[in-house]
């Protein structure tokens, strides 16, 4: 890339404070992380409630900055997204998970899904499903072990190019996952009218279910709902057995967590996980 810095990102506002200049620093670190490979993938696994498998794994993403060292996707992913960075970083991460994908299969282990997290932007292109169909035809996995994520706030954006987008990924078989359900604004209208897969309940309504009678009655109209609208429900952010037996009584089908594992590095998950 040629541009300067300044043609490079969208920040024409007066850097006015401490924090708006630590965000412009990372920005502009965050343009030579792809190249440097500061970037890597970790793996946590998703398991069944009902057979105690692991049945598939999200992939989230790490940086590894070369000074301030590791830090979290809930700081960067925000500067990705406001800079547009975030269209080359996804396809990274699309890219990576399909390829440990292969290598898993290649080492003889069992398939297993691999959920990928998609920004909403990417959901509002018109060649998203061009993007990914190339990324799994060049890399040969099979569209069914991939899972991408969404949030309800995609939806509300475009509606009309989102459900397309969604439509043409569905039908060569990608799965798909509504992150953080109950979090955004949301319309039931639009849970009747994607075909979506699966639907996330949020960590928000997990943490505190042991305490929080609401809670619980929420996340059993959520489990409800989802298997009427014949989707499968996972929970994440279990932490204990306690949230993981309430789960299951209630049927809730998988479930994700520090319970069962921390997001791990690949290596550490084809040791521990399969
Ligand atoms: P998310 O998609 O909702 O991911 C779940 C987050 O919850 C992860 O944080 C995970 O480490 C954390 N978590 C998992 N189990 C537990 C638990 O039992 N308790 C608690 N308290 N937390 C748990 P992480 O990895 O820091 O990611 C934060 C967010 O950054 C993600 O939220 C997602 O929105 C975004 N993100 C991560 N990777 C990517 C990516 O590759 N692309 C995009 N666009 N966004 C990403
Ligand atoms: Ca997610
Ligand atoms: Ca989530
Ligand atoms: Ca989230």
Known sequence: AKHTKNEAFHFYRPVDSKESFEKLMLANDLRQAIKNNEFTLYYQPQSSLKTNKITGVEALIRW????????????????????????E?????????CLQHKHWLDKGFPPIKIAVNLSMTQFQK?????????????TGVSPKYIELELTESVIMENPELTLSNIKKLNSIGI??????????????????????????IDKSFVLDLLNDSDDRV????MINLAHNL?????????ENQQQLSF????HCDEI??????KPIPQEKFSAQCF
């Open 230 to 238: 014949n989707m499968t429900v996972i929970a994440e952010g279990v």
């Open 218 to 221: 929420i996340i059993q109209a």
């Open 247 to 250: 789960l299951q009584k209630n």
């Open 126 to 138: 018109k060649n998203l499903f061009e993007i990914v169909s190339k990324t799994l035809s060049k």
């Open 89 to 97: 970083i996804d396809q990274w991460v699309l890219y990576q998970a």
């Open 256 to 261: 994700q967590g520090f319970y069962l594992s």
């Open 64 to 87: 590894n900055h070369p000074q301030k060292g590791m830090i979290s996707p809930g700081v960067f992913i925000p500067i990705a997204e406001e800079t547009g960075l975030i269209q």
């Open 175 to 200: 799965q798909l996952s509504l992150d953080d359900f109950g979090t955004h604004y949301s319309s039931l209208l639009y849970l009747k009218k994607l075909p979506l897969n699966r639907l996330k």
